[in-house]
């Protein structure tokens, strides 16, 4: 079997997790999908079990979230606070739009998760909230880092929630992204302005 074969069953497993979550999907289901004979037993020549496959779809994800982390690093030196909230705001939407699928996975694993899902989870938000935390003090160099960690909790989780009533829960009724991201700029710079003095 190629390594095209592998993709394929992570591609697969990833895209039915999503949909159906991770216990209910069967390892035949994802052999059906990624065109081997279902029950074949196929995926046990890539994979020892249902679990490693999962885990070899988050490492992927993860990996793309790194690559998009790096490239954010071309944000920095904007002519002001506004514009780079304006790039960071739509930046962390693209993120969340290419990690949907991994984050359809977490909402339909909320017990029972496997310990590589939580692990992951806890580090895309651990990773996001210092990010902005840093990015803060460096626009208010007199805040304290507790303020500047609730600061940017407080903002991030305004986006990852706009994003989520529309992923998770099918909410489409929203604003555009262009409205939420305008006024998302104008919430947290004219919070950081207030701190700043």
Do not use: C
């Not at 999503?18 to 390892?27: F, H, I, L, M």
């Not at 982390?69 to 506004?82: N, P």
């Amino acid at each position: 079997m190629t390594a095209p074969t592998r993709d394929r069953l992570v591609d697969e497993a990833m895209r039915l997790f999503g949909e159906q979550g991770y216990r209910a999907t069967s390892v035949a289901q994802i052999e059906a999908a990624a065109g081997l004979a279902p029950g074949s037993g196929g995926l046990y020549h890539h994979f020892r079990s249902k679990e490693l496959l999962l885990e070899a779809g988050i490492d992927r994800h993860l990996d793309r979230v790194r690559a998009l982390r790096d490239i954010s690093q071309i944000f920095e030196g904007l002519a002001d606070m506004r514009s780079e909230l304006t790039v960071l705001g739509r930046f962390t939407l693209e993120v969340l739009d290419e990690e949907s699928q991994l984050l359809r996975i977490v909402s339909s694993e909320l017990r029972d998760r496997p310990q590589k899902l939580t692990d992951a989870v806890e580090q895309m938000l651990a990773d996001s909230y210092r990010q902005l935390a840093n990015w803060i003090e460096r626009q208010v160099p007199d805040i304290e880092r507790a303020q500047a960690e609730t600061t940017a909790t407080v903002a991030l989780n305004a986006l990852f929630g706009y994003r989520a009533t529309r992923d998770v829960l099918g909410e489409s009724a929203s604003p555009g992204d262009d409205e939420i991201v305008a006024e998302w700029v104008e919430f947290v710079a004219s919070r950081l302005e207030r701190l700043a003095g």
